[in-house]
């Protein structure tokens, strides 16, 4: 094995290392300067570099990026007395493995470099490059190359879709899959989520309107059907539609004409639809909530996309995808996750599916302290003591990497908002919070960065509905029961299962 390179002015430091290494059966080789340490480089190597940042005549950040030029992937340790934020921030920005302050445990210091030891024995993982390359739609399990399957033999047809699966699967991905292998591949591709806009909007975001239909509307305008002519239309989570705007879609789907909001001349649409929902469409037509013909209309051909419980083989393929997809928008070396890790991820259900681990891997790119990681770097909720009692709301399995600075400033539960330290005692993270209230805080952020209107009353239909339900499920449909349990009124759980058309 090659030895570790300690570069340090301070002979103390040196001579510390050294020792302590020695006794760990480490060969070393130390440097004064970065000179003297660069000049090396051009013959020969290290197993690990561990540096100072500031020396006499050059910085171990100038160093750093020396390392990355001539050796990539080897790891590199920064010391320094000087810790501060600035200097923290330049040393992960320039790839640094692992961030040491002065003074330092020896004991810690050691256990570190083993661990960047074992980094760098790992080598080149062919993985890498082949999840650089990997496509959009990834998936090994049966119920993808199904998936896979029925996109194929639509490649030649113009058919309505219907895509159900629940939130967070990737049931747009299919839709644009649908399209892109289509014949109309050449046309454009429209995305409308339907929940996402408020009912007053939502008929001119379909259809246009003329200047003049209503107070704001100063010019005409183009709705999505005009936008997407000669190509796709895709309609999500389409089982939220208001009821009245579900005829007019009705009359577009049967008679491929509609009329600007405010307009008098009826338009030809030559748009194909495809619509997906996460709602169970046929409970919504008995509900009286959508309407059973236009259900017919859109339910051409149905395409059900699995949950990522359901496909748990795929889980350490997506992992690494997404890890490579992150590492390539932060600019920065991709991180790999070890198979003990693989396996742990595997075997956990992720509620909110296929975007909850995006969001994972996005996490572990800005905050897992080591470029391998493990199953102790992964975040609290997810980690082995909270995984049988993890039930989050989709998609919010883990602060997505935009978030994580407001998690650590936003006090939770009435906890101090100061970041705790990692497992592996590196970065700061977020002070961790129960599953539900992190995947609700996800939800309030995606309806209030899509400008929905009521959040608050969307929100607590949502959050008295699935409480309702639950109860009514534990006791098996005995309302009395159930009231009894959430401690309510017999009355008041009744008028809540009529409001909330909860009944079965």
Sequence with gaps: ????????????????????????????????????????????????????????????????QTVRDKVPGLPVIIMTAFSDLDSAVAAFQGGAFEYLAKPFDVDKAVELIRRAVDESMRGEQTWDERVADAPEMLGQAPAMQDMFRAIGRLSHSAATVLITGESGTGKELVARALHRHSPRANGPFIALNTAAIPKDLLESELFGHERGAFTGAQAMRQGRFEQAENGTLFLDEI??????????????????????????????????????THQNLESRVRQGLFREDLYHRLNVIRLRLPA???????????????????????????????????????????????????????????????????????????GPAQSGATDLAAGGAVLGAADASLAATAPLNGASPAAQLSPAGGMPVAAPVSAWEGGLRTEVARLLRENSADVMDELARRFEAAVIREALDFTRGRKVEAAERLGIGRNTITRKIQELNLEP
Excluded at 8 to 37: C, G, H, M, P, Y
Excluded at 241 to 249: E, N
């Design 308 to 382: 990522l419980r359901e496909r748990s083989e795929d889980i350490p393929l997506l992992t690494r995808h997404f890890l490579q997809k992150s590492a390539r928008d932060l600019g920065v070396e991709p991180k790999r996750v070890s198979e003990e890790a693989l396996a742990y991820l595997a075997s956990l259900p992720f509620p909110g599916n296929v975007r909850q681990l995006e969001n994972l891997a996005n996490w572990l790119t800005v905050m897992a302290p080591a470029q391998t990681i493990e199953i102790k770097d992964l975040p609290p909720d997810l």
């Design 239 to 276: 089982g939220d539609m208001p009821f009245d705007l579900q005829t007019r879609l009705l009359r577009v789907l049967s008679d491929g004409q509609f009329y600007r909001v405010g307009g008098h001349n009826p338009l030809r649409a030559n748009v194909r639809v495809i619509a997906a």
């Design 1 to 64: 094995m090659k030895p570790i390179w300690i570069v340090d002015d301070d002979q103390s430091i040196r001579w510390v290392l050294e020792k302590a290494l020695a006794r760990e059966n480490f060969a070393t080789r130390s440097f004064a300067n970065v000179r003297e340490a660069s000049a090396a480089l051009d013959h020969e190597s290290p197993q690990v570099l561990v540096s100072d940042i500031r020396m006499p005549g050059g910085s171990g950040l100038e160093l750093l």
